[in-house]
């Protein structure tokens, strides 16, 4: 038999992943420079992360330290000890219920890892983030989608029915949900938690509603919910991959068993540390992104061809009507703005529209202006 026979049957039969270009790659190919861009396709923070972590970067690489450069030389903390106990002072959560990953990213495939053998079901209910499905694949789940309404609300019987039928192990929710920009409401939260499977709620965009909605406190309670949080997006820090979850005490020591040990690198931990330490700096952008969203969604309601949806998050999802939702996004890319466009049946007739700088609004609303009414 050959070898390349011999891997995971479910692994060889997934799709491949389409990557995305580096940021240096399009600039060049589009032929504008890359400082001219208007990257709006990521909900990356356009005001960057706190002063302070570039700083305590520099640090890490001077011989100043009691370690001078060698503490780059040593493994950092497999306990991620500090940090826990930073975030625990941010999230109002015991340190001994919290953990971090590589990214929110990572800690979804753990939690995978942690309940599916190849064929056990996982829900999702699209349109949602990505990355459920991606991990549930990766690990041999089985996915079972329930879409939501058309106002993108969860639909609660749908989702009980699957689950009943499919004895999923694990539902991921997502509040804010990424692309629609609804929360979903506590009480609905509430009703899934009966379910007898592993309720997982994705907070990556909780810091730019009310901090109300988060549930994370819910997990004392509740020995089946998990939330997961990132400093991805409010914190400015997604190339540094930092995400974290607040997890029941069962299930935290089952997933220390299965983390590997330096999955955070020093680089990762010293400037989460650093931004937490940062906070009235880091709220104070996110308070201009959340004043500019709501300037964003009304100049987006002015273009004839775009419905906007109202969102609780740091992008816009847009209805392209009467015209074709990926010619507008790549005749927006040839003019040097970036949006994101899904080829997926939901969202085909979509984009979504990070929400920037008074200046990048100005010219996301200027090129789609200039779009005009062709394609
Ligand atoms: C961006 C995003 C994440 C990913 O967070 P990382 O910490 O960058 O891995 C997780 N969940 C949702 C819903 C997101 O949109």
């Given amino acids: 038999m050959p070898i390349a026979d011999r891997i995971r049957p479910e692994i060889a039969d997934l799709e491949p992943y389409t990557p995305i270009l580096p940021l240096d790659v399009l600039a060049a190919r589009l032929g504008i420079p890359i400082g001219q861009l208007v990257k709006l396709d990521a909900n990356e923070n356009p005001y960057g992360p706190s002063p302070k972590t570039t700083q305590a970067l520099a640090n890490l690489a001077t011989i100043d330290g009691p370690l001078g450069r060698l503490s780059m030389a040593i493994y950092?903390?497999?306990?991620?000890?500090?940090?826990?106990?930073?975030?625990?002072?941010?999230?109002?959560?015991?340190?001994?219920?919290?953990?971090?990953?590589?990214?929110?990213?990572?800690?979804?495939?753990?939690?995978?890892?942690?309940?599916?053998?190849?064929?056990?079901?996982?829900?999702?209910?699209?349109?949602?983030?990505?990355?459920?499905?991606?991990?549930?694949?990766?690990?041999?789940?089985?996915?079972?989608?329930?879409?939501?309404h058309a106002d993108f609300s969860l639909d609660i019987p749908a989702i009980e029915a699957a689950a009943e039928a499919s004895q999923a192990k694990v539902l991921f929710l997502t509040s804010p949900n990424n692309p629609t920009g609804n929360l979903t409401p506590p009480n609905e939260i509430a009703r899934l938690l009966r379910l007898p499977l592993l309720v997982v709620v994705d907070e990556a965009y909780i810091e730019f509603t009310d901090p109300s909605a988060s549930v994370s406190g819910w997990?004392?309670?509740?020995?089946?919910?998990?939330?997961?949080?990132?400093?991805?997006?409010?914190?400015?820090?997604?190339?540094?991959?930092?995400?974290?979850?607040?997890?029941?005490?069962?299930?935290?020591?089952?997933?220390?068993?299965?983390?590997?040990?330096?999955?955070?690198?020093?680089?990762?931990?010293?400037?989460?540390?650093?931004?937490?330490?940062?906070?009235?700096?880091l709220r104070a952008n996110v308070a201009r992104i959340v004043a500019e969203r709501a300037r964003l969604l009304e100049r987006l309601g002015e273009i004839a061809f775009l419905t906007p949806h109202p969102s609780q998050s740091n992008f816009i999802l847009c209805r392209v009507v009467g015209r074709d939702a990926r010619e507008l996004k790549l005749a927006l890319e040839r003019v040097g703005v970036l949006v994101r466009y899904y080829n997926t049946p939901l969202l085909r007739d979509y984009i979504r529209i990070s929400v920037g700088t008074p200046a990048q609004t100005d010219a996301v609303i200027a090129a789609l202006q200039g779009t005009g009414d062709r394609g």
């Avoid at 540094?240 to 931990?269: C, H, T």
């Fill in 76 to 148: 950092p903390d497999p306990n991620q000890s500090r940090l826990r106990e930073a975030l625990s002072g941010y999230v109002g959560q015991h340190a001994e219920r919290i953990l971090c990953g590589a990214g929110a990213d990572e800690l979804i495939d753990l939690v995978l890892r942690l309940f599916i053998s190849p064929g056990d079901a996982v829900i999702d209910c699209p349109p949602t983030f990505g990355m459920y499905s991606f991990d549930t694949g990766v690990n041999g789940g089985r996915l079972i989608s329930v879409p939501r």
């Fill in 219 to 281: 997990v004392e309670r509740h020995e089946n919910l998990a939330v997961l949080r990132t400093f991805s997006k409010w914190a400015g820090l997604a190339g540094m991959r930092l995400g974290y979850g607040v997890f029941p005490d069962w299930m935290i020591a089952q997933l220390w068993k299965i983390k590997q040990p330096y999955n955070l690198s020093l680089g990762a931990e010293t400037v989460a540390i650093a931004a937490l330490d940062d906070l009235a700096y």
